[in-house]
């Protein structure tokens, strides 16, 4: 089992950045591929990025350039450094965690997923 707790969300301008953070329990955080999630109020959650447990990484078309997901297997947390954010940037965001995944833009491919936390950009 693996639980996992999101941070660093909040309120920020356009063009400006944030940095989340998923900090996991347990001691095989280094086996999982970790994900990044979003969902916007009305719409459906959509992929973001992904850091496999080889560390590949894989990022949606809308953030790439913006976004860079890494992990830091000896603090059991993987990031999500978001810049020049956009009003369309605004959701919850997610992590999840994939056994072994090599970094699935699927959402079902992952098992244990954090509570979110929100992002707002404002125009």
């Known amino acids: 089992q693996v639980q996992l707790v999101e941070s660093g969300g909040g309120l920020v301008q356009a063009g400006g950045s944030l940095t989340l953070s998923c900090t996991a329990s347990g001691r095989t955080f280094s086996w999982y591929a970790m994900g990044w999630f979003r969902q916007a109020p009305g719409k459906e959650r959509e992929f973001v990025a992904s850091i496999s447990w080889s560390g590949g990484r894989t990022y949606a078309d809308s953030v790439k350039g913006r976004f860079t997901i890494s992990r830091d297997n000896a603090k059991n947390t993987a990031y999500l450094q978001m810049n020049s954010l956009k009003p369309e940037d605004t959701a919850v965001y997610y992590c999840?965690?994939?056994?072994?995944?090599?970094?699935?833009?699927?959402?079902?491919?992952?098992?244990?997923w954090g509570q979110g936390t929100r992002v707002t950009v404002s125009s």
């Open positions: 999840a965690a994939d056994h072994l995944g090599d970094g699935s833009s699927s959402y079902p491919a992952y098992e244990f």
